[in-house]
């Protein structure tokens, strides 16, 4: 038997006479819902360690590790409190496991789940009246105040909502008014960093019995999983929580705001918080993170920035998810939808399928928008083999050594290079879901179809977050490793010219595009040439699996 089975054994109560809970893996907090009313004496919850939703897609091993270790310490946090605990281990789809648990255990509530996929899956329970769902008190917003931020018919928009949001919560509100006279200091938070302040060294975490099991586990059951195992480096009981969200207020609150642009070689998370995948847990309430942080004393930039990234980023993106059944249903009409759960280029750069699980008809692969048409496949530089673009093979780098890397590098690098090669964002989507070990779809699909791709168009942002050289070395020190020059001769900006010229029809009314086009327009049909000769190559390349190199393009654009 499992240590974390004997341990668990140890401290449960008997089961009888108890109202049951199931809690999703994504709900790990007894500070919500019925739990954190009920008397644990009388509670019993489900919990349930699912196999077959571990290998749905090719998820980094860290990922893993993430779910089994929080959801194996919330078993042992709940028991210890009086709580009867029944932990499954199963694989199946949920609707096949918990339903003859509902017949042993009796009706039983659950807080809406926060996936799109859970919620479909667990429909048949539901609809039999067996399963009853609750609101999620996890969130900060309802779906009313986001409809309500709205003009009728006009895209979404983050600021518009936020604003709505901090009035009517009255986070940073002083008088009616936001503090500091205005709602964003997003103009003040675009400094690149410069090698001071120095960043916080993430925390280490100590390894127990519990976590060290699950990394045997992970390296035995879900060996074929990518992607580096780093146990020290995580946050599974409420202790290390705690550590976590400690580190983040002296180490990188105050510094926040005006870094929050910045990328480096140095330090793969400079100032961010690496909170996402535990907020997303509920192991840090996200209603806790905003009122500490209000209350800080630190420069407004960077309260205000961090208060924007939760308040405003994180609700605004779930409520899209929503409002849009996960970017099935949009004003241009219904995109197309996959089949089956995609791999995000696992297969061409493994050379062997990601094997299928069979999974209930109404689990497709997710939608498929691309306003601007797309269809290369994800290179496999996305999976680790080395590009010749410096800042792509350094970001991709930290990803599968970390799970993580912050957001300008995932919308800037890794989005802005696929989206400037064509590359299918529904292949991109999966991909970020498979890496990244704060990712599920309510979060996943919106931030890279919307934000990172643009294959909604102005549906939820204004303009791709496309950029040549320039950008990223301003931004960055990753030109100075790199065998281009951002001056010279860096194929991204070449890449961006060609990405302007190829979707003019798309961007020719942008209005945040219209001087980019214009200088598009004035370049000669030589540069246009060439620009498309590089586009063309570096595409061919990448997808071969080769290296990008000064020399290859050189002969292929002369
Ligand atoms: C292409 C792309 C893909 C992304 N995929 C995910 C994803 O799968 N899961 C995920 O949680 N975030 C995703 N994000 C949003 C954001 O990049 C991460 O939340 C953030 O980088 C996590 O690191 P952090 O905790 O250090 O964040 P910080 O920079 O410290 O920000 C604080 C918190 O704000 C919240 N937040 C900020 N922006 C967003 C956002 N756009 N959407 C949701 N929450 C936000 C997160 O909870 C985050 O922990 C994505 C962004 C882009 C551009
Ligand atoms: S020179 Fe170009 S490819 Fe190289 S790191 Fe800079 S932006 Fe990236």
Redesign the pocket.
Known sequence: MSVFRRTLEARQPAEGGRRWVFVPYDQLSADIGPLSREDPKRLGILLVENRWQLARRPYHRQKLAYLLANLRHFALEQAARGAAVRYVEADAPYRKLVKPLLSELGPMRAMVPAERELRLDLEPLVRSGALELIPHEGWLTTQEQFLAARRKGAPWRMDVFYKHVRRETRVMMRNGRPEGGKFSFDPENREPWRGAPKPPQPPRFPVDAIKEEVGQLIESEYAEHPGRLDVEALPATREDAEKLWRWAKRG?LPH?GPF?DAMSSHSS?LF?????AL??LHRLL?ARVVAETARMSIGLPSKEG?VR??LG??EF?RHVHLASDGLRRLPEGDPPVAKRAGDGGYASWAGKAWPTRRSPRVLDGGAMPGVLGDDMALPPAYWGRRSGLACLDRVVSDVWGEG?S??IT??VV??GIATMLDVSPRELTDW??AA?I???DW??EP??LG??RFAVGDYMSTKPYVTGAAYINRMSDFCEGCVFSPRRDCPLTALYWAFLARHERVLKDNARMKLAMASMRRRSAAQRRRDAGVFRMVGDLLTAGHIVSPDSLHAATT
């Open positions: 990188c926040f929050e998370g961010h918080t690496r909170l996402s907020i997303n996200p961090f990234q939760v980023w994180r993106i993580w912050h957001h995932r919308l890794l989005s970020f879901w990244y704060d990712a599920y979060v996943v931030n890279v934000m990172g």
